[in-house]
């Protein structure tokens, strides 16, 4: 039975159901989009359901847990100024790099995958033009008012992929300013959710697409609440496209 060390007692991990997982990365999710490590932010929300009268057998605590688990985590302690708790052993594994292989039918449907997701949402960025783009989160607000952008200019029977890529282009030829740069990000973002994870225009206006990024769209798609076999559907398409351009894997 896996287990992990919490201020010196060890505690054991028992399989939980995906409501927990769901509830336990609400939490997470909604922390601001930082560079604190993922697996701090685990710790510090099971502490403080700790401090609110729940015990290792929480379901909620559990799932936190094993989100700590499969991240590499092996030993939370308190920390020594005070300040809540701290990492002492950690080591790296596939979820603490979010890859697509963490979005496994089993992990889907035992919410397990839900850790992955929260990595690589948390640690995305888009190559532009050879150069590497971080991107974070945007409110929904922003994000929506992108999306209406999309939708109003997708033609018939295109795909949603083509036509996202048509209104960043678009977006980025517009005079400079606080708010383009902001529609700009949200329409980037909304990319990598579809797979985007490199973009090249030309100063002709010509776009190449590098391979799709299985994880992201993967990620994107759990946290959005899909089931375990639309996700797997999605996956299945992103991995043919990349066959089909002669790009394999995710």
Not at 74 to 92: C, L, N, P
Request: hydrophobic share 40%; glycine share 8%.
């Amino acid at each position: 039975m896996p287990s992990i060390e919490y201020n010196g007692s060890t505690v054991h991990l028992r399989p939980q159901k995906r409501p927990a997982f769901e509830e336990i990365t609400a939490l997470v999710f909604d922390e601001p989009d930082d560079d604190r490590p993922t697996e701090l932010l685990y710790a510090r929300h099971v502490e403080n359901l700790r401090g609110a009268g729940r015990d290792f057998e929480d379901p909620v605590i559990q799932a936190g847990l094993w989100a700590l688990h499969d991240l590499g985590v092996h030993d939370i302690r308190d920390a020594a100024d005070g300040s809540g708790v701290e990492i002492a052993d950690r080591v790296e594994t596939a979820t603490s790099r979010g890859e697509p292989s963490c979005f496994g039918f089993a992990s889907l449907r035992d919410g397990r995958a839900f850790t992955a997701a929260i990595v690589n949402i948390r640690n995305r960025s888009i190559l532009m033009n050879g150069e590497p783009r971080p991107i974070r989160r945007n409110s929904r607000q922003a994000v929506e008012s992108v999306m209406n952008l999309i939708a109003e200019n997708r033609l018939v029977d295109e795909d949603l992929l083509i036509t996202t890529i048509r209104v960043v282009v678009t977006l980025m030829e517009q005079p400079k300013s606080p708010e383009m740069d902001g529609h700009i990000e949200s329409a980037l973002e909304i990319a990598m959710d579809l797979g985007v994870r490199e973009l090249t225009i030309d100063p002709e206006g010509s776009i190449e697409l590098g391979r799709l990024d299985v994880g992201n769209a993967l990620a994107s798609a759990v946290l959005q609440g899909l089931e375990p076999e639309d996700v797997m559907a999605i996956r299945k398409r992103l991995e043919g496209l990349n066959e089909q351009a002669g790009a394999p894997g995710g």
